[in-house]
């Protein structure tokens, strides 16, 4: 059974890896099933290394594996709750202006 903890600290992990937008980017591909890292570098429109250091911390937040074939290495989002939960916040519509910021310096209060 999860404790409180244990739950905390999942949403923490998650909340790290939705921090970053490329890892965002990754975990939406990852909702139209698994890939290799070449293929999401190319879909996506980024490097190959930039992509395997992001599917790194992913996988080491407990989000994604990693499944083996030989040489190559296929990755699939964890849990399919966690697919499911990301299908669903990809369907969120905020009510900002595109203009508006949302980061650590324009919650400074002066």
Do not use: F, K
Not at 8 to 31: F, K, M, N, S, Y
Not at 33 to 61: D, F, I, M, T
Not at 87 to 108: I, M
Request: net charge neutral.
């Amino acid at each position: 059974m999860l404790t409180s903890e244990t739950r905390e600290l999942a949403l923490a992990r998650l909340g790290r890896a939705l921090a970053d937008p490329t890892r965002c980017r990754i975990l939406v591909a990852l909702l139209d099933g698994v890939v290799y890292p070449a293929q999401l570098a190319s879909r996506l429109e980024l490097s190959r290394s930039n992509v395997s250091n992001h599917l790194a911390c992913l996988r080491g937040c407990g989000l994604v594996i990693a499944t083996y074939e030989g040489r190559q290495v296929r990755y699939a989002i964890a849990d399919l709750h966690l697919a499911h939960a990301l299908a669903e916040l990809t369907q969120v519509v905020l009510a900002v202006a595109p203009t508006d910021a949302c980061d650590e310096e324009s919650r400074v209060v002066r």
